[in-house]
T-cell receptor, first 116, second 113 residues
């Protein structure tokens, strides 16, 4: 079974500071990895995904993540935090059911607070 | 533009009274999922449909059922809601294939009184 671990359930940064949200994965096969963002009382929105190819993946809202196989990591970064980035962020890995369909397994989430 | 639509956004039900949550999609995706998300927790997969094939997670309580009458619609039925079933319920869709993303609806916040 594949899994992801998010380090830090809550991260606070100052507006304009670097955002770094950590995610490590465990997988016996090459993983497909995702970052989702969730605003209060909303569904999840895809920020970015890594499947194959370039290991540095750029997403929406200025976020990017780098797949590092040697470190089994897929950390999410943004150079300069904005107040609107305050939300909960979920790292996820995709698993196959063996019946041709796949489903996401989520980490426990990291709540990002941005301090003015 | 909404692609995955959940109704209602907020649902209040009485303890033990059956309730149905609905989800519709305009993406024509093969796969539809139902997740349960409790406060400050990750979404937990309850079950999913791959076309008409129903796939139940091993630890999903029997109290939760689902129906998918056609490609566009999927329903979550909670036969006898308990206080512990209060949560956000998220519907998502995806097409076939391992590298495809899941598209989520806005969720239904269920309160049990």
């Amino acid at each position: 079974a594949q899994s992801v671990t998010q380090l830090g359930s809550h991260v606070s940064v100052s507006e304009g500071a670097l955002v770094l949200l950590r995610c490590n994965y465990s997988s016996s096969v090459p993983p497909y990895l995702f970052w989702y963002v969730q605003y209060p009382n909303q569904g999840l929105q895809l920020l970015l995904k890594y499947t194959t190819g370039a290991t540095l993946v750029k997403g929406i809202n200025g976020f990017e993540a780098e797949f590092k196989k040697s470190e089994t990591s897929f950390h999410l970064t943004k150079p300069s935090a904005h107040m609107s980035d305050a939300a909960e962020y979920f790292c996820a890995v995709i698993e196959g059911s063996g019946a041709g369909s796949y489903q996401l397994t989520f980490g426990k989430g990291t709540k990002l607070s941005v301090i003015p | 533009d909404a692609m995955v639509i959940q109704n209602p956004r907020y649902q209040v039900t009485q303890f033990g009274k059956p309730v149905t949550l609905s989800c519709s999609q305009t993406l024509n995706h093969n796969v539809m999922y139902w997740y349960q998300q409790k406060s400050s927790q990750a979404p937990k997969l309850l079950f999913h449909y791959y076309d008409k094939d129903f796939n139940n997670e091993a630890d999903t309580p029997d109290n939760f059922q689902s129906r998918r009458p056609n490609t566009s619609f999927c329903f979550l039925d909670i036969r006898s809601p308990g206080l512990g079933d209060a949560a956000m319920y998220l519907c998502a869709t995806s097409s076939r294939g391992r590298n495809t993303e899941a598209f989520f609806g806005q969720g239904t916040r269920l309160t049990v009184v």
